[in-house]
């Protein structure tokens, strides 16, 4: 079900060097009992991803698609990235989900949209994270 959220849930990264996009995304969550970090500095951020092993990553577009596609780097494909865009222009969502990113959504956050993206990425990560156990498993 989508009105939930997945049990014990990983923290989520909020990266954006604009403080109003950290705290709209940040004031949206948080309520909903998800723990989200807030980083406005890049470096500190990359260096944060394998150390806090965030369950999502929402990503400001004005940080660009390298950036993106360094934290899905770090990542793998576990990571799951949600990238902020200021533009709804095919070429923009494009290139951020050429670049790594798992969904997008748009500036201005709408609450319930950003609310349900989280939420079903977290559920896919599970899901993927289990199936990639029983593979593993299954592997003589």
């Known amino acids: ?3 939930q959220q997945p049990a014990a849930t990983p923290p989520i990264l909020i990266i954006s060097n604009r403080v109003e996009i950290r705290q709209v995304i940040q004031g949206i969550l948080e309520p909903t009992a998800y723990q989200t970090i807030p980083m406005g500095d890049t470096a500190a951020a990359l260096q ?21 596609a360094q934290i ?11 990238a902020v865009l200021d533009s709804l222009h095919p070429s923009i969502i494009d290139r951020f989900l050429d670049a790594g990113a798992d969904d997008t959504i748009t500036n201005p ?6 609310q349900n993206r989280v939420t079903h990425l977290l559920c896919r990560q599970t899901t993927e994270a289990e199936n990639r156990q029983m593979e593993s498993g299954s592997i003589f």
């Open 109 to 114: 956050v709408h609450a319930r949209t950003l």
């Open 1 to 3: 079900m989508l009105d």
């Open 72 to 82: 899905k780097a770090i990542g793998g494909d576990a990571l799951m990235v949600l």
């Open 48 to 68: 944060a991803v394998p150390v806090l092993c965030p369950g999502l990553i929402i990503v400001d577009n004005t940080l660009g698609t390298a950036f993106c």
